[in-house]
């Protein structure tokens, strides 16, 4: 049995985890730093950082008592390496260093693409490769192929918003605060999916790519005739951001060939009606169909401890001066599309 010590500190969550390659998650502990950030609209990047740095080390301390697990007895500290704010990662990745040169235990630097896109598989034993994967959170918007650990094609990206920040930017119009995506999922359950005509920007295109920036803009001006309740608007959003996600994973489904699942991870899978979407057409296509639970969705260290567990086999560590890295495709052979790129 694998030991690994997760660490997460990417964005506003300052996360430790303990994972064992039998998929136990020992102890963890998340603190998001929500409070922090709501008078602002979204995270401030040197708040963040400072906020990691003055956890981060209790945090760790704490999961490694809970468990009564010693350094020595690791069989590597798994850090978020990157993508991400920069000043918070390296929060992470620089205690991982410490810890591991202190204890001489093996450093691995993962991708926090990597730690959701593998998540579910802590949580469902029985997913096996290749699936699809739709990666939807705050900053990305994804469709891979995941063929094995270290092995992920992409099929689309966002030309501009990801999925989350279309729910945050929603929830800022309406009122409803930060973060944004379970305040427009509790507010839709009261109103009418098709009180509002919304556009489904990209749907029909031939390439499965997102956008969601116009949506935005159209709740916006929704909004602002002043005819429709927040609840409609709400509901109305969540159903036009679904109709998207449908129709273009039709179309990347189509495009990769054979695989075993549909999985959706990424703060947004937490989302469940997104989940139930997904999970009709999953079985309109005969596929299983999988999603990690809410907590494992969000941003968590357990996922990228179980990432660490998922690549001991492979016997690939890091060096400890490895650098943090802002961006960091999974895919890095995928062509840019147009106007992408701008984050992450
Ligand atoms: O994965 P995550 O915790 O952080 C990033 O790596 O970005 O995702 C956070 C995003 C936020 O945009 C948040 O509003 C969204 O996930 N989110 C949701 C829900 N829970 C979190 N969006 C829709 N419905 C939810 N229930
Ligand atoms: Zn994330």
Redesign the pocket.
């Known amino acids: 049995m694998g030991l690994v010590l997760g660490i997460e500190s990417s ?1 506003d ?1 300052t996360a430790a985890a303990l994972v064992t390659t039998e998929r136990q998650v020992l102890a963890q502990r998340i603190a998001s730093q929500d409070e922090a950030h709501a008078p602002y609209g979204g995270v401030v990047p040197e708040i963040a950082a400072r906020a990691h740095a003055e956890r981060l080390a209790p945090m760790i301390d704490a999961v490694l008592k809970e468990a009564g697990v010693a350094l020595h007895e690791l069989n590597a500290i798994a850090a978020t390496a990157g993508p991400g704010l920069i000043g918070g990662v390296m929060v992470g990745l620089v205690s991982a260093k410490a810890l591991a040169m202190a204890a001489d235990v093996p450093l691995m630097a993962i991708n ?1 693409l990597e730690g ?1 896109a593998l998540s579910p598989r802590l949580a469902d034993p029985a997913l096996t490769f290749p699936y699809a994967l739709l990666l939807v ?4 918007c994804q469709i891979l192929r995941v063929d094995g650990v270290g092995e992920y094609r992409r099929f689309a990206t966002t030309i501009d918003d990801a999925l ?2 279309a ?2 930017k929603t929830a800022k119009i309406l009122g409803l605060g930060y ?4 305040a ?2 509790r507010l839709a359950l009261q109103g009418d999916p098709d009180a509002v005509r919304l556009p489904r920007p990209l749907v029909g295109s031939g390439e499965p790519h997102f956008s969601f920036a116009g949506l935005k803009s159209a709740v916006l001006r929704a909004y602002e005739t002043q005819q429709h309740s927040n609840a409609d608007l709400a509901a109305s959003f969540q159903q036009a951001a679904i109709d998207c996600v449908n129709d273009r994973l039709t179309i990347a489904l189509d495009a990769m060939g054979p695989v075993n699942a549909l999985v959706v991870a ?3 899978a ?2 469940k009606a ?1 989940r139930g979407a997904l999970e009709t057409l999953a079985r309109a296509r005969d596929l299983r169909f999988s999603a990690p639970p809410p907590e494992l ?3 968590n260290a357990a996922m990228i401890a179980w990432a660490g567990c998922e690549r001991l086999p492979t016997g690939q560590n890091d060096p400890l001066d490895i650098a943090a890295r802002p961006r960091w495709p999974l895919d890095p052979t995928a062509e840019p599309v147009r106007g992408a790129g701008v984050k992450g």
């Not at 973060?179 to 379970?182: F, L």
């Open positions: 964005c969550e926090h959701h959170s705050g900053g990305h989350g920040e729910f945050d973060p944004g995506g379970p427009v999922e990424g703060g947004v937490a989302n997104v969705c969000t941003d």
